[in-house]
């Protein structure tokens, strides 16, 4: 069997890769994730969950590698992470008492074989008073976020409902993640012998 690795040094993505059991390690490497503006917000997702992976198949072409990347988009504009406190409360205050969609793209690469995937999940937030857009930002947690939030964290408080995939949100869609690298003969302990 192939070594997995993956392609991010997301906690988040390093968390559900390991929850459900698979084995892996971990390496990045530094690309350009400037957006194209023609691409519409799926194709961003995948040429950067691509572009990530490859960077790592690359230096490693003995593995199996997962590259990922997630984005947060409202009216067809990508929010990005804040640069500063105040595009956190600008980004927050676009999402307050609105719905939005988060997506994740997903590439696994082989030397044999690769996929890309995206997911996409909207995401409904509850309208936040000014006292609760600072809170949030005072914690810190908006600062590494696409859209200057986080749902497995605190910011769990700020969202109303999710349709979709929970854990794409989080930064990784794993069931379907999981399902993708069977033909790539990775698995789970839960299906290992």
Known sequence: ?????????SPRRKELLQQVGFQFSIRTSETDERLEPD?????????L????????FLKHS???????????VIDDVILGKPSSRQSAKRMLTQ?????HQVI??????????????????????YDLSEQDIVQYIDSGEPFDKAG?????????????EIKGDYYSVMGLPIAETARRLQPFSIYPKLYRT
């Open 148 to 160: 200057s939030y986080g749902i497995q964290g605190l910011g769990a408080t700020l969202v109303k």
């Open 104 to 125: 994740t793209g997903v590439t696994i690469i082989s030397d044999t074989n690769k996929t890309s995937f995206f997911t996409q999940t909207d995401v409904y937030m």
């Open 49 to 56: 969950s691509q572009k990530k992976a490859e960077a790592v």
């Open 62 to 72: 003995d593995a199996v590698v997962v590259g990922a990347d997630t984005i947060v």
């Open 1 to 9: 069997m192939k070594p997995l690795i993956l392609a991010s040094s």
């Open 95 to 99: 999402l307050s008492g609105t719905n």
């Open 39 to 47: 691409w519409t917000p799926q194709d961003a997702v995948l040429h």
